[in-house]
């Protein structure tokens, strides 16, 4: 993440098999290799032995994403000016 994204989060929990004494807490991953547009999905999360991962393995977990402010005002201009366009051609 050395491009300077940000962290996305689209799924917060994971639904895994496992014995009850072996249920971790929670599971790691290592994200240090991913660059703006890269997504880690379930099948990127290798459980601890006795834990099988049973969400869908293509899920998205989170995304690298460009910050807000490089995305630009440009893109929150447009959106703005849409919103009063249609206001207008209504009235």
Not at 18 to 26: K, N, Q, V
Not at 44 to 53: K, N
Not at 57 to 86: C, F
């Amino acid at each position: 993440m050395r491009e300077g994204g940000v962290i996305e989060h689209h799924l917060w929990e994971l639904r895994v098999e496992a014995l009850p004494t072996d249920i971790p807490s929670s599971l790691e991953a290592d994200i240090s290799h991913l660059g703006i547009g890269d997504h880690l999905r379930v099948v990127d999360v290798t459980p601890p032995p006795g834990v099988d991962i049973v969400s869908e393995p293509d899920e998205i977990i989170l995304s690298v994403v460009e910050p807000q402010a490089a995305r630009g005002g440009a893109e929150g201009e447009g959106a703005e000016g849409a919103g009063e366009g249609e206001a207008s051609s209504e009235g």
